[in-house]
């Protein structure tokens, strides 16, 4: 089934723990970004990946890394994780960079930071 | 700047009742815009992508029509079910970013028996 995975789907950590989020999709698509959902807020655009080794900020990006070592995995990196960072995050991939194809979205992880 | 808006912020409707979303855009010059569907503890569904060339897209029960010049989108959904209940979001590429969407907060939706 063609799907983009997220890992963990919930999280519970304290203020400074380092911590990745990961994401997957078998669909071996080239683009591949990370967005935040907070009330009020909608969803706002972290990081983006156009291919391997190709990444690039969106609109939100301070607090996060990402890495894109292998076309279908895009981990999101909190190095020291804050309580402003306590969200809704969603992995998306489409098909080809600097198109307009359909997005597709993961589940979400919804991470606390106390 | 491109912004999204989406009326009305919430809706309750009986089951039955034909229904209409709306979403509306600053910017004219997009590519496309797309609608999806959220539900609590899964993630985003892409519903239709309309292109900047078509007016409408079907399926199902769901239409979705665009009129670019006006920078609107409406979402119509016929004969709505309680499974309909949801968070309903309208996107679009922002200008020059393709793959980028731009994201209006949303209307909830929920269908009552």
């Known amino acids: 089934e063609a799907q983009v995975t997220q890992n963990p789907r919930y999280l519970i950590t304290v203020t400074g723990k380092k911590l990745t989020v990961t994401c997957s999709q078998n669909m071996n698509h080239e683009y591949m970004s990370w967005y935040r959902q907070d009330p009020g807020l909608g969803l706002r655009q972290i990081y983006y990946s156009m291919n391997v080794e190709v990444t690039d900020k969106g609109d939100v990006p301070e607090g996060y890394k990402v890495s894109r070592k292998e076309k279908r995995n895009f981990p999101l990196i909190l190095e020291s994780p804050s309580p402003n960072q306590t969200s809704l995050y969603f992995c998306a991939s489409s098909l080809r960079a600097g198109s307009t194809d359909t997005q597709y979205f993961g589940p979400g992880t919804r991470l606390t930071v106390l | 700047k491109q912004e999204v808006t989406q009326i009305p912020a919430a809706l309750s409707v009986p089951e039955g009742e034909n229904l209409v979303l709306n979403c509306s855009f600053t910017?004219?010059?997009?590519?496309?815009l797309q609608w999806f569907r959220q539900d609590p503890g899964k993630g985003l569904t892409s519903l239709l992508l309309i292109q900047s060339s078509q007016r409408e897209q079907t399926s199902g029960r769901l239409n979705a029509s665009l009129d670019k010049s006006s920078g609107r989108s409406t979402l119509y959904i016929a004969a709505s079910q309680p499974g309909d209940s949801a968070t309903y979001l309208c996107?679009?590429?922002?200008?020059?970013?393709?793959?980028?969407?731009?994201f209006g907060a949303g209307t909830r939706l929920a269908v009552h028996p």
């Open positions: 996107a679009v590429p922002r200008s020059g970013g393709y793959n980028k969407l731009i």
């Open positions: 910017d004219s010059a997009i590519y496309n």
